[in-house]
Each structure stands twice: as structure tokens, then as C-alpha cells.
């Protein structure tokens, strides 16, 4: 499951759009597999070609679940504080995987997100961890019943993130998320 695909399945198990839910989804061109140079190895332009499906499927999945994939941060905020005045005073600045704000519960949701990955596991997961610990460092949301968590998937990530156990003092949880729902593993933390 690559990146996208991760955020995908993290999106419409935890916090879809059709339970009320407000998302905006961050993905880069690097997790569509449209950067670095010409593919030369066979192994290495079958990878780049599956990031790229995978990438536009889960594109795609994502906007018909109703998140808002890609473009500016500040006008969704802008037009979701519009349209729900009790968001006034919410700030999650940087450029964070997942925010999700369900305005009826004032809930929401910050989330990095690792999927499949050709680099090694534990730079992912360090890289992760860092944006995080400053997502809770720098979000504004007095009003919000707040949750920050870190979203892999792959069992070597996985296995890094148990050994990150101290993020739950932080108020971090860690979920290592599997191809099929009922093998979910919250390693860290508190589920949502």
C-alpha cells in the first residue's frame, strides 16, 4: 500500500467525510511517483508505474468520499471556518498528511501517513515522528477535542513505530494499518 493508498484507507476507516467529517489530504508528487530521474532497472519502472495507478485511484477514491485532495490549505480553512463560525480559532499550520474536523463533535484529527516505501523504514518513520511532535507544537485548537496520530503501513515501519512507545506520553497514537480493516493494529496510544 503506497502512501496515497495508506491515506485512502486511514480516511475512510477512521474519519470519512460521510460521518460528518471535514478532509483535507495532502499528496505530493513524490508518493504519485512523478519525481527523480528516468527508471532504468525493470523492478524500478514497475514500481514507478504502480505508485502512479495506485496514486490516481486513490485520488480519485478520495474525492468521492467527499475529502479535499491537493490544492490550498488556506482556502479550505477559510471556506470551512465560513461555513462552521465555531472553527474561528483553529491553526494547523505546515503541511501536515491529514486534518480532519468534525465540526458537530469538535473533533480533529492530524495525521502523517507512511505507506510502501523504496527508502529505509526507520528514515520514513523518523521523518514522520518530527512532523508530528511540530504539528502538536504549533496546532491551535483550544475548543477541539484534539488527536494526533502516525499511520504506516508495512511490517518493518511497523515494527519501528512499537519501539516509538514514549510518543504516547506526547499524546501521539501510532496505528499500523493493514490491507483489510480487521487487521488494524493501534500499537500506540489510544484508538480512535
Not at 483553529?90 to 516505501?117: C, K, M, Q, W, Y
Not at 496520530?149 to 519501539?163: P, T, Y
Amino acid at each position: 500500500m503506497f502512501q496515497p493508498e495508506a491515506k485512502y484507507e486511514f480516511i475512510r476507516r477512521y474519519c470519512s467525510p460521510g460521518h460528518g467529517w471535514q478532509v483535507f489530504v495532502d499528496i505530493d508528487a513524490s508518493e504519485l511517483g512523478e519525481t527523480g530521474g528516468k527508471r532504468k532497472k525493470p523492478e524500478s519502472i514497475e514500481r514507478q508505474r504502480l505508485m502512479q495507478e495506485q496514486g490516481r485511484q486513490a485520488m480519485q477514491q478520495l474525492t468521492s468520499l467527499g475529502a479535499t485532495v491537493r490544492g490550498s490549505r488556506s482556502a479550505w480553512f477559510g471556506a470551512l471556518k465560513r461555513a462552521h463560525p465555531s472553527c474561528g480559532g483553529l491553526s494547523v499550520p505546515g503541511d501536515r498528511d491529514i486534518i480532519a474536523l468534525h465540526p458537530a463533535d469538535n473533533r480533529l484529527l492530524v495525521a502523517e501517513v507512511e505507506g510502501t516505501s523504496s527508502g529505509q523504514p526507520e528514515t520514513k518513520l523518523y521523518k514522520a515522528l518530527g512532523q508530528i511532535v511540530m504539528a502538536i507544537s504549533e496546532t491551535e485548537s483550544a475548543d477541539f477535542d484534539t488527536s494526533f496520530v502516525v499511520v504506516v503501513h508495512g511490517e518493518k515501519i511497523g515494527a519501528h513505530l512499537r519501539r516509538a512507545s514514549a510518543l504516547s506520553q506526547l499524546g501521539i497514537s501510532g496505528l499500523q494499518i493493514e490491507q483489510h480493516p480487521s487487521r488494524d493494529r493501534w500499537v500506540i496510544g489510544t484508538p480512535l
